[in-house]
Structure formats: C-alpha cells, structure tokens
C-alpha cells in the first residue's frame, strides 16, 4: 500500500516562500505525473500545478510565474516550489499522484493536506 506523505506547510509573510514535499512510502512507487490542489473552506478543490507523463508542466493563472512543480530524479517525491506568497495563497495543499508499482499496476493517490498560511 502507497501513503503519500506532505510537508512543508506552515505559516509565511506576504513576498515568503514555502516548499511542499509529497513524498511516497509503504513501497516503491514511480510517479508518472502529479497535481497540486489547495481548498479553502466552502470552496470546491482547485488545480494550481500540474506534470503529465510526457514532462508537461501546466499552471493555474494565479500562481504561474510563483510556483514550479518537479520531481525529484529518484521518481517518488513531487515538490511545489512556492515563491511571492500572497495572502489569497492560503489553503491546505493536496497533492495527488499517479505512478507504477513493483508489479507493474499503475494507481493513483492523494496525500493528507498540509495547511499554508500566509498572513502578515
């Protein structure tokens, strides 16, 4: 069984940046493409980040130019670089996973969430 694990939340000032981590565990896991949502409370579930499996990255208009989603070379952590934090940044962050495990079925999962604050 996968567990997606994030970190790196936290609170930040306004012009802060924060780096989320979505790393696997419980097995191997090779990611193959990976989103980034944040929720805040009464709202549905927004996309911010994107990388599909031919290498595409794909941003939401309010953050492009802010943040960068990547993968780490060993294909099991997924990062969201966030730079110029706004306070409108504020939510807690899903990552959400699809990737191959050692028997070769491909399965997607999401991460806990992890709260970012940005606030002065």
């Known amino acids: 069984q996968v567990q997606l694990v994030e970190s790196g939340g936290g609170s930040v000032q306004p012009g802060g940046s924060l780096r989320l981590s979505c790393a696997a565990s419980?097995?191997?896991?090779?990611?193959?493409?990976a989103n980034w949502y944040r929720q805040t409370p009464g709202k549905e579930r927004e996309l911010v980040a994107a990388?599909?499996?031919?290498?595409?990255?794909n941003y939401a208009d309010s953050v492009k130019g802010r943040f960068t989603i990547s993968r780490n070379n060993a294909g099991n952590t997924v990062y969201l670089q966030m730079n110029s934090l706004k306070p409108e940044d504020t939510a807690v962050y899903f990552c959400?996973?699809?990737?191959?495990?050692?028997?070769?079925?491909?399965?997607?999962?999401w991460g806990q969430g992890t709260q970012v604050t940005v606030s002065s």
């Open positions: 959400n996973a699809r990737g191959l495990v050692p028997d070769g079925n491909e399965y997607s999962y």
């Open positions: 990388f599909t499996s031919d290498g595409t990255t």
């Open positions: 419980g097995t191997i896991f090779s990611i193959i493409a």
